[in-house]
């Protein structure tokens, strides 16, 4: 097969990320990154030459420039679904006019394009979420009315690595999670042939006929909604998590306990209300000017978007009545996701731990 697509085959074999990605489901194992891309192109290019269109993720891959992000997306995606539009007006909420979207079978954003400040961000990841779940959108055409229209195309977004660009990744609370995946590129530069977009063009039938016959890993395969599971990269995670408004939160908290050493006091997690928090990081003066900048209210809102994403140190109570205001478990641990989580009693899936059993596995595809 790699005789009749050799650069593709190079490609797909060097560009992704080694290191295996997670499921966003707790317990379930990791997978490769090149796999779940070609789950999440099968699902769809299958659906489509049966005539049947199936919901789907949205994709998010971040990488180094000059990595070919972008040509996978509008090159390789692109051309096998048929077309492309950029979608960046529409998707950051700057205008409603969709005519050539609603036409087309894939939309696509590159990191250059979008705006992080705080209010696109949250209008970005509410359109993202309603963009996967709901297939139906107002058609609107210039100088026409609106009108109803169904589509089950995808998205695909391509953010450079740096801690701007990551910051566009949705919001990766539970609501948000299972309906993206976010694989990474490998950090090496790629080197790309003269006339890279030609051969593309030529050696693309060949790789679609294998994608068909190619069998989706069983780790991989998910409910009938998007077909397959949802898969995050840890470290692209961990960035956003930091990078975004709860991430000034977290760095306080991450100070807190290497600088206070809480666990000789409270264990393995300190649990109590914002204010007890704030309390109890106010009594060291070292930290104290630091959350003095933030309203009792503003952190009481951080810790809860803290709690919805996995990794965080940070969960929500579920038992509390609410009668003093919300209570939190802040994980005290070294490695937050390799402890017990308070609230559902269950381990948080920790990558690490499964990186000996999945490197064993033969990534060999040709």
């Known amino acids: 097969m790699g005789r009749e697509l050799p650069w593709l085959a190079d490609f797909f074999e060097n560009c992704w990320d080694q290191a295996p990605v997670a499921c966003v489901v707790e317990g379930q194992g990791p997978a490769s990154a090149r796999e779940v891309f070609f789950a999440w192109l099968k699902r769809y290019y299958c659906s489509a030459l049966q005539g049947r269109l199936l919901k789907g993720h949205a994709l998010f891959v971040v990488g180094p420039v000059n990595s070919g992000k972008t040509l996978l997306g509008l090159r390789v995606v692109g051309g096998a679904l048929g077309g492309h539009s950029e979608a960046t007006d529409f998707l950051s909420g700057g205008t409603s006019f969709n005519r050539e979207l609603i036409e087309v079978p894939l939309w696509c954003i590159d990191d250059g394009t979008l705006n992080s400040d705080p209010n696109s961000h949250q209008k970005f990841s509410e359109i993202i979420k309603r963009v996967v779940a709901n297939p139906f959108f107002s058609y609107h055409p210039k100088f026409h009315d609106q009108q109803r229209a169904e589509w089950r195309g995808r998205v695909i977004v391509t953010l450079n690595s740096d801690a701007t660009s990551v910051r566009m990744i949705p919001n990766l609370d539970a609501s948000l999670e299972d309906k993206i995946i976010v694989l990474k590129f490998a950090d090496q530069k790629m080197i790309f042939p003269a006339d890279v977009e030609q051969v593309i063009t030529q050696e693309l039938p060949f ?156 990534l060999t595809l040709w």
């Open 207 to 362: 790789f679609l006929r294998w994608l068909l016959e190619w069998e989706t890993p069983a780790e991989i395969v998910g409910e009938n909604r998007f077909g397959i599971k949802a898969f995050i990269h840890e470290d692209i995670r961990a960035a956003a998590i930091h990078s975004g408004d709860a991430g000034d939160i977290l760095e306080i908290i991450e100070l807190w306990i290497h600088r206070a050493e809480p666990k000789e006091r409270f264990g393995t997690h300190w649990h109590g209300t914002a204010t007890e928090w704030v309390a109890e990081v106010s009594s060291y003066d070292a930290l104290a000017p630091l959350v003095r900048k933030f309203s009792t209210r503003t952190l009481g809102r951080r810790l809860s978007e803290l709690s919805r994403i996995r990794g965080s140190r940070v969960a929500l109570e579920s038992s509390n009545a609410k009668l003093n205001g919300n209570r939190y478990f802040i994980s005290l641990e070294e490695d937050p996701r390799r402890q017990p989580n308070p609230v559902k009693g269950s381990f948080v899936y920790d990558p690490l731990k499964q990186k000996a059993a999945y490197q064993q596995k033969s």
